[in-house]
């Protein structure tokens, strides 16, 4: 069988918009500079304009994002940061990496998103901040995260490395909390040619704060005033996001309509097909469904040549590495515990065409 068609495939979006990327590198090495110059500033600009708000800072990863973001708001050793357990790695390692706990929380069956009804019963008096993450690219029930960090005091901070350009209601998710952060990891729906992150937020002690502390607590005259780290968006990267976010929200709306042939495909068979929140735009970073064959789906599908994934075979506190780093909320995490037998990522990126798996729909319903 050689048809491969791949659960994402950044190299298939890199020939869509060859000659602009190579035109862009180009450019970048011959002008100069190649980190933190004019490209990194027009991207952020650009993306800042893109979400309508004040300010972007472009950082090294995604992860990084996170982790600054949660320092620059002075979360650290000894504090308590409330997200799921059902997420990237990524979403729980930036909080570890700043010394605070994870507390990990259950998400909505439907939805795989944080379950806003399990929050307050997480929160204790070290409590600092709640990260939604918008899952596979769907937005979070903000309104009701949004009105638990109220009443608590806690900043909220959106993890949106899976939802560039999903709206919530009439907002882009990232600028609904006090910061968004973003990861351009390739296979993102805005993905670099390698690492990048960035931050998106209002609040311009926030954006002071990050801009230092990515690079040592420099100032602009390079004195610093608080330590930092090494992150920052290079050049040839910020060059080639500016192009790709041009292109973001068509990309995204070629998701959207492989979601459609999706359900109607398989609308009808034994598969529980993604739910879109009401007045919301999933962009699909990832099209997952549920299941109880999961496993003899994932087969018949290799079989056909066509990849699917799993995301993620193990929530957070079930990684080793990070047992005894997190607290498991006392409501538990059941529904997390049982979807991850079940979800099974099937094959999305803008440049897929469906028409070419003509047996889709009997290698899926069982
Ligand atoms: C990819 C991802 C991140 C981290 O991004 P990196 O750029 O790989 O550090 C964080 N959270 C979620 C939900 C992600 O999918």
Not at 285 to 297: A, F, G, I, K, Q
Request: aromatic fraction near 6%.
């Amino acid at each position: 069988m050689s048809l491969k068609i791949f659960c994402g495939n950044p190299q298939a979006q890199f020939k869509s918009y060859r000659q602009e990327i190579l035109d862009a590198v180009a450019r970048v090495c011959e002008n100069g500079p190649y980190v933190l110059g004019p490209e990194v500033e027009a991207f952020e600009s650009e993306f800042a304009a893109y979400h309508n708000v004040k300010h972007c800072i472009g950082v090294g990863s995604g992860t990084d994002a996170l982790a600054l973001t949660m320092r620059a708001f002075e979360i650290g050793a000894g504090d308590e940061v409330i997200t799921v357990s059902h997420t990237a790695l990524a979403t729980a390692a930036a909080i570890v990496m700043t010394g605070a706990t994870p507390v990990l929380v259950d998400i909505e069956e439907n939805y795989y998103t944080i379950d806003p009804s399990k929050i307050e019963e997480a929160i204790t008096s070290k409590t600092k901040a709640i990260i939604p993450v918008h899952l596979y690219g769907q937005p979070c029930n903000m309104d009701a995260i949004m009105a638990i960090a109220k009443k608590h005091n806690l900043v909220v901070i959106e993890d949106c490395a899976q939802a560039h350009g999903a709206i919530y209601k009439n907002s882009k998710v990232g600028t609904i909390g006090d910061a968004g952060c973003f990861s351009f990891y390739p296979t993102k729906n805005l993905g670099a040619i390698g690492d990048g992150g960035g931050v998106v937020t209002n609040n311009t002690l926030i954006n002071d704060r990050l801009k230092r502390i990515r690079q040592y607590g420099w100032d602009q005259s390079r004195v610093s005033q608080e330590p930092g780290v090494v992150s920052r968006l290079d050049e040839l990267q910020a060059a080639i996001l500016r192009i790709k976010l041009r292109y973001l929200d068509a990309d995204n709306l070629k998701r959207q309509e492989l979601a459609r042939q999706y359900k109607n495909l398989l609308g009808n068979g034994n598969l529980l097909l993604p739910a879109e929140r009401s007045n919301c735009q999933h962009v699909y970073h990832l099209y997952v469904v549920c299941s109880n064959d999961r496993d003899v789906l994932k087969g018949k599908l290799s079989q056909q040549g066509a990849e699917a994934g799993i995301h993620y075979t193990h929530p957070v506190h079930m990684h080793p590495g990070y047992m005894d780093k997190i607290r498991v909320s006392s409501g538990g995490l059941s529904v997390t515990e049982k979807i991850i037998r079940k979800i099974l990522t099937l094959p999305m990126y803008p440049e897929l065409d469906l028409s070419v798996f003509t047996n889709l729909k009997e290698v899926l319903n069982v």
